[in-house]
């Protein structure tokens, strides 16, 4: 049901952060909280709680029709990890540029357009993909995805080695 209310707020970063570019800002402990979300969930926030599915689903999935079998490479770990060190190289080296106007009165407004930018860009990327091939495509190798899969599987392998050392 609140995926209904949800979904708005990736068109409100995508496009309203170019007026208003601290709306970005938002975007760094979003990014943090799904990370830990991810430890103890896994991917349980993309299916549920992520805007940008929600926005996938509700009003991109009702325009474009039939879907495409997602390509088998979205799947693939090397084409995941390569993504996100495209994605989340960007992300760094434009949050590092921001660092520069530090002592600016524009750095909150630069800090906060590399959230925006990295949102308008990974929502151009799920739309093209949506319309050509499958609504959820992008989902297959979203970076953030990713992270938080491998941090789970992290956490499990950490969990199981500590209970077959008390045993």
Known sequence: ????????????????GYWYPKLGLLMYPMLVFIMIFGIFRGRYWCGNICPRGAFLDIPIQSLKGK?????KLFHN????VLALILLMGFFMINT??????WDSYLFWDKLGAVGVNMCAITTVI???????IHHRAWCSFCPMGTVQSSLHK???KTVKKIKRKKA
Do not use: E, H, Q
């Open 154 to 156: 992290a956490k499990n």
């Open 96 to 101: 590092v540029k921001a660092f520069g106007y």
């Open 77 to 80: 770990g090397t084409f995941k």
């Open 1 to 16: 049901m609140y995926r209904l209310f949800i979904w708005p707020f990736v068109l409100i970063l995508s496009i309203g």
């Open 126 to 132: 799920a739309l093209v993909l949506g319309f050509t």
């Open 67 to 71: 879907n495409k079998k997602i390509p």
